[in-house]
């Protein structure tokens, strides 16, 4: 027999002056392999058209459909309700700006932070335009990939503490990121370069270790093991630069 689904659903429209925000409770009936952006589809369709929600690829790829699946960030697309309890609360992810219910513009936050971490690969060597790819030892490739698989979800920035109450704390995401560019041989930054974007308490050192991000990324990024590696080689780019020699005063 299936289910009697119970939604509660946050809906605020920042941009009605009259609208406050509330919960919405919708019933639904389950039906096999239902997914949350199917049933959020389906009260879309059937019960409330005005419910502000996002999704494009609905494959877990493109990143737009996180939320805060009771109390646990994740994506609706992923999420099969079979996996929840009948009564299923959902809210928009935090730190983002609210668009509406469960929409949120990540993509400012993203562009922000990847600005400031100057999120590139930072080289003066000329590319030959008629070759379209260097060669890279497999392993270093795989290394590299590894840490791209990142869709820019926002899940681990939501479940963070740090960053829930640091607006300038850049997140898992962008010390995941600085860590993929340290291992690229292409990005010619420094040591100095490097711990000049991530090496402050806006970055590795801001961290309080509460591994949330781990927890809750849906491609499961090694997000714990990149922290503790960047960690020691900003401590160890810091303890270097203490014990610089010194520069003899002129004569
Ligand atoms: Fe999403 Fe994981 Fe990327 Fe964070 S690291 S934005 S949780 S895919
Ligand atoms: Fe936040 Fe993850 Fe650090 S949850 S405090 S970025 S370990
Ligand atoms: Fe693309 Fe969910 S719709 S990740």
Redesign the pocket.
């Known amino acids: 027999m299936s289910r009697q689904l119970i939604f509660n659903i946050f809906r605020y429209n920042p941009q009605d002056p009259g609208s406050l925000p509330r919960t919405d409770t919708f019933i639904l009936e389950e039906t096999p392999s239902m997914t949350l952006f199917i049933a959020l589809n389906r009260i879309r369709e059937e019960q409330d058209p005005s419910l502000q929600f996002d999704f494009a690829c609905r494959m877990a790829i493109c990143?737009s459909c996180?939320m805060v699946i009771n109390g646990r960030?994740g994506l609706a697309c992923k999420t099969l309700t079979k996996e929840l309890p009948a009564e299923i609360t959902l809210m928009p992810l935090p730190v983002f700006k609210l668009v509406g219910d469960l929409s949120v513009d990540t993509g400012t936050w993203f562009r922000t932070t990847n600005t400031k971490i100057q999120s590139w690969i930072h080289t003066d060597q000329e590319f030959d335009p008629a070759v379209v790819e260097e060669r890279m030892e497999n392993d270093l490739a795989n290394a590299i990939f590894e840490l791209e698989?990142?869709?820019?979800?926002?899940?681990?920035?939501a479940a963070c503490g740090t960053a829930n109450m640091r607006e300038d704390f850049v997140?898992?995401?962008a010390l995941?990121r600085i860590a993929r560019f340290m291992l690229d041989p292409r990005d010619q930054r420094s040591e100095a370069e490097y711990f000049e974007v991530v090496g402050t308490d806006q970055g590795v050192f801001g961290c309080m270790g509460l591994l949330a991000?781990e927890d809750?990324?849906?491609?499961e990024?090694p997000?714990q093991d990149q922290l503790g590696i960047l960690r020691r080689k900003m401590g160890f780019i810091s303890l270097k630069s203490l014990f610089k020699p010194k520069a003899r005063a002129a004569s």
């Open positions: 990143g996180g960030p698989r990142c869709i820019e979800c926002g899940c681990c920035v997140g898992a995401f995941n991000c809750v990324c849906p491609r990024l997000l």
